[in-house]
């Protein structure tokens, strides 16, 4: 099966087209960049409301990093269209796979992440060949995901019992040399 069939299974974007695939050799790591491009007759969507607008132009081509297959580290390389929207004014668009000027994958984000669960981060990020800074900014991402909705005061139980535990003991004793003292 074809990595563009492969793609397109797993991370198909309905209004873009997987283009030609390209091997590379950056120092002494492999990696496949992938062209992205628009699909015919797609406008593009609006960063700020959401609405699909015509395009204003194009800006230099970007590479966003996606999940490694066999090892092999893999970008994506698109050129991203500003557009004009008469709500917001000139904004660049939002593209499915990424999250504002991130250049990581949201998908490689969450693999990360996920990863990041099990490994130590350090290690996430020496397995992946990636920086620990990118595995950071996949957790942070994972756990505002993770709290958004919520009211309530997340509470690590484990923490908190040790600092009660070091309270009481602190009090008895406190309590102790108060009751010891003639």
Not at 44 to 53: E, K, L, M, N, Q
Not at 65 to 74: K, M, N, R, S, T
Not at 154 to 164: A, E, I, Q, S, Y
């Amino acid at each position: 099966m074809p990595l563009k069939s492969i793609l397109n299974r797993v991370q198909r974007h309905q209004r873009f087209v997987y283009g030609t695939i390209r091997r590379a050799k950056k120092a002494t790591r492999l990696i496949l960049e992938i062209r992205i491009r628009a699909r015919k007759g797609s406008k593009p969507i609006c960063s700020g409301c959401g609405s699909p607008r015509a395009g204003y132009d194009t800006l230099s081509v970007r590479s966003f990093e996606f999940v490694p297959l066999w090892g092999i580290a893999v970008f994506f390389l698109y050129a991203m269209r500003r557009v004009d929207c008469p709500a917001c004014g000139v904004k660049v668009e939002r593209v499915p796979w990424a999250a504002g000027k991130n250049h990581l994958t949201t998908t490689y984000s969450w693999f990360l992440a996920r990863w990041a669960r099990r490994l130590s981060w350090k290690e996430t990020a020496t397995v992946f060949q990636t920086s620990w800074d990118n595995v950071f900014r996949s957790v942070k991402m994972a756990v505002a995901w993770g709290l958004s909705g919520r009211n309530e005061i997340w509470v690590d139980l484990g923490h908190l019992r040790f600092v009660m535990d070091k309270l009481c003991d602190i009090f008895d004793r406190v309590i102790g040399r108060m009751t010891n003292q003639p």
